[in-house]
Nanobody
Framework: QVQLVESGGGSVQAGGSLRLSCAVS????????MGWFRQAPGKVREFVAT????????YYAGSVKGRFTISRDNAKNTVYLQMNSLKPEDTANYYCAASVYYRGMVYPLGESTYDYWGQGTQVTVSS
């Protein structure tokens, strides 16, 4: 079992920044990829970013590339999402997820490639 707890959400004006954190416990954190997803009201949950087990490889959705940065600290069992230049359309509930069992050759981008999820943290960006 893996438990994930997100924090760092809040309200910010457009152009501002927030850093989300996701504390992970359970299975050996440094052995699997992690991802961030988000879900806006009335919309399906969408992929935001993923990072491999070592932190050496990352991939982003086009809508956030260049503005968001995913990182991890394996010593602290924590994954981060630094969000800069925030826009009102970034408003959503943000979820971190652990891809523990996926062994594909490409980045885990779909929800089905993640096995454990946090409860989410709300980010609201006002114009």
């Amino acid at each position: 079992q893996v438990q994930l707890v997100e924090s760092g959400g809040g309200s910010v004006q457009a152009g501002g920044s927030l850093r989300l954190s996701c504390a992970v416990s359970g299975r050996t954190f440094s052995m699997y990829a992690m991802g961030w997803f988000r879900q806006a009201p009335g919309k399906v949950r969408e992929f935001v970013a993923t990072i491999n087990w070592s932190g050496g490889s990352t991939y982003y959705a086009g809508s956030v590339k260049g503005r968001f940065t995913i990182s991890r600290d394996n010593a602290k069992n924590t994954v981060y999402l630094q969000m800069n230049s925030l826009k009102p359309e970034d408003t959503a509930n943000y979820y971190c997820a652990a891809s523990v069992y996926y062994r594909g050759m490409v980045y885990p981008l779909g929800e089905s490639t993640y096995d454990y999820w946090g409860q989410g943290t709300q980010v609201t960006v006002s114009s």
